[in-house]
């Protein structure tokens, strides 16, 4: 069993910037993947950043120069650096850990309004 809870979202102007954190608990030796995704209103989960277990990261093409994920060697915390935000940024941020399981985080709210 792992457990997962991000924290750092919050209401930001367009251009700022936010980090979001995700702390993970419990088995977290099993831990392989570790993404960000992200689900605003009236839409699909989608995928915004991923890092495998061996380092390699990828992102949503609508992030690519503005996100950076970032997780520690610990498999404890991950991470999303999220610079120069626009209002279609605007979502609810979940953290996602895969062991032979996918296991996710409550979310968190962020929102890009002026």
């Known amino acids: 069993q792992v457990h997962l809870v991000e924290s750092g979202g919050g209401l930001v102007q367009p251009g700022g910037s936010l980090r979001l954190s995700c702390a993970a608990s419990?088995?977290?030796?099993?831990?392989?993947?570790m993404a960000w995704y992200r689900q605003a209103p009236g839409k699909e989960r989608e995928l915004v950043a991923i890092?495998?277990?061996?380092?390699?990261?990828n992102y949503a093409d609508s992030v690519k120069g503005r996100f950076s994920i970032s997780r520690d060697n610990s498999k404890k915390w991950l991470y999303l650096q999220m610079n120069s935000l626009k209002p279609e940024d605007t979502a609810v941020y979940y953290c996602?850990?895969?062991?032979?399981?996918?296991?996710w985080g409550q979310g968190t709210q962020v929102t890009v309004s002026s």
């Open positions: 996602k850990a895969d062991t032979p399981w996918a296991y």
């Open positions: 419990g088995n977290i030796f099993t831990i392989d993947n």
């Open positions: 890092i495998t277990s061996g380092g390699s990261i």
